[in-house]
């Protein structure tokens, strides 16, 4: 080492970090396609649609929900060649819980640069669509699904438009594999709307107060050219194409339209904490005529009126922070979920810590149920109004006739710490629930049982 020069060192060091990083790879096996109907009996049924079946059963078949029915099922009520799991009234069934709001299979170890893919060069970027980016190899993914968080909306960051949002299942040996919708709109972070001093502040007020302008302006010219360009594509399909508004042209249609199937209508994803950013937001989304959803809305509640006339949603950035403001009350954050119900605005929560972290969304709602939330709402949070939120309600998030089979079975509420998941599945595939974790309490309990003492 001490021959080399100091460049050498650092390229050797910068292979040494990629390499730690391309070994840490998830080694699981994907699941294969379902194979024949499956039926899991006399166990307590949260389809979080509608009423809880005390004592119940549910079948799947190709991936679909087939059948749900109350009370005990005999094997004679399914088809022949139907896997019966039989959770002996001890076991509930429950729909995957669907993250918001994250940033997995874009980053793996938050020191490691090399591992970080979330942002694209420049601050406006709509072409960007964060599942390409997508590492289906990321040990991240299979320790989020063994806590039952079976799919996630993954949002790039940086710039002002940071670009499209894609909805992914955990699992699956490509990108194509894990997509249950490549893009559900735009992501546009809006900038602060007042001034504010801080030790690392070195612009005056007037230089804050231009730059606001300066941002806010350009996203007005960004929207209107883009409509601009949609519109003359509309008009005529040969003229030149921008990639740059393409991404951006799902934005102002009322709907797509895929497989004979209709899609909902691309939405803009607005990041926005404060008051003054939150009615900004809004008002920009009723004069360019968009559907939105506040992303953060730490104010949220002071706008409720606001948020409720244009139904727009909130997806809350977890409740383990701190308040937001120093004259705030101490658990500003924990009970916000519980005043956003309270003033009639939907939500979805999401988690705001290290995405290496992503497995505890759960204990983000429990925090909230224990600071006055109803523990339903809480399970909605991170199930049927996520997935409402992302897009793909039609799909996953609760258990009802015809929709994905992405469900948990568990010994216990998932909101609780102590619960422990069983069984996993997505589109009727029985998912390994084994990850780097487990697979090292394993080996060194195995070391502790030999005996073995240095």
Known sequence: MHHLNTFQRFALVGMLITAGTALAQDLTVKAPPQAAPIAIINAAIHPVSGENIANGYIVFEKGRITKIGAGEASTDQ??????????????????????????????????????????????????????????????????????????????PLGGIVSGQPSVIRLDGWTTADMTIRRSIGQVLSWPNMRTFTAWWMDQTDEDQLKNIKRDTDAITKLFETARAYSDAKAGDPASPTDLRWEGMKPLFAD??????????????????????????????????????????????????DVLKKDNIPVIVLGTHNLPQREDEAYDEAYTLPARLHAAGIMFAMSHSDDTAHERNLPYQAAMAVAYGLDPDIALKSVTLWSAQISGVGDEIGSLDLGKSATLIVTDGDPLETTTRISSAFIDGR??????????????YRARYKQGEKR
């Open 78 to 155: 399914f088809s022949p060649g139907t896997r019966i799991i039989d959770a002996g009234g001890k076991k509930h069934v429950y729909p995957g819980m669907v993250s918001p709001y994250t940033q997995l299979g874009l980053t793996e170890i938050q020191s490691v640069p090399s591992s970080i893919d979330t942002s694209e060069t420049g601050r406006i970027t709509p072409e960007v669509i964060a599942v390409t980016a997508v590492n289906p190899d990321s040990t991240l993914i299979p320790v989020t699904r063994s806590n039952g968080i079976l799919a996630a909306a993954v949002f």
């Open 255 to 304: 709907a797509s339209t895929k497989d004979g199937q209709n899609m909902p209508r691309a939405k803009l994803y607005i990041r926005a904490n404060s008051v003054d950013q939150i009615l900004a937001a809004v008002s920009f989304g009723q004069v360019q005529k968009l559907p939105i959803v506040i992303i953060g809305g730490r104010d949220a509640v002071l706008c409720a």
């Open 430 to 443: 029985e998912i390994d629930l084994s990850n780097k974790q487990t697979k090292l309490a394993e080996k």
